[in-house]
């Protein structure tokens, strides 16, 4: 059974090595149920609005499978919630959900928007944490499994321990990893991110004009 092991939520904390002297990525468990609504979980408040937050990012999820992971990779525990998920999955591989996936989550409907990019503040915060951060951001954008940005589609309450389960699946087949290595890795995957129909106006825009020039 797919369920959420982990809910975490997280505030503004001044942090002078963070790009804008301000971060939200150091997340704390929730027990009981958690509001959700269109913008986020109660709770839970963006420090950048410029690249973080709003109903398209309004949501991230990570697996506890790829938090053991990097476990292995880094030689020391990871706790869940320490990558600044909201939500920490297990029993789902949550990087071949396709765009445009539906979870019902207690009763939240979400919707797999979106990919996560790793930044210079998610490296600062590994090394703040203990962590090896020698070359996180590539390492962590070769593997391709950087969890999904997810849009609410229904307001609710959700809480740890609750059923996630996959209501609609598109078919077309376009990934999170594969959005994310179009974006990121492997450009020649852009046209392929045409094949979502709802697609975030700012990747179809890129999609556009790379299968334009090629």
Known sequence: MSRILTVSVGRPREAAWAGIGRTSIDKTSVTGPVHVHRLGLAGDEVSDTVH???????????????????????GTPIADGQFGENLTTQGIDVNEAEIGERWQVGDVLLEVRSVRTPCNDFKQWMGRSGYDNRAWVRRFAELARPGPYLRVLGEGTLAAGDELSVVHRPGHGVTV???????????????????????LPRARERAEVYAAGS
Do not use: C, K
């Open 177 to 199: 990893s594969t959005m994310f290595r179009a974006l990121n890795t492997d450009h020649s995957l852009l046209p392929r991110l045409l094949e979502v129909p709802d697609l």
């Open 52 to 74: 973080h937050g709003g109903p398209d990012q309004a949501v991230y999820a990570f697996a506890r499978e790829d938090l053991d992971h990097w476990e292995g990779e880094l």
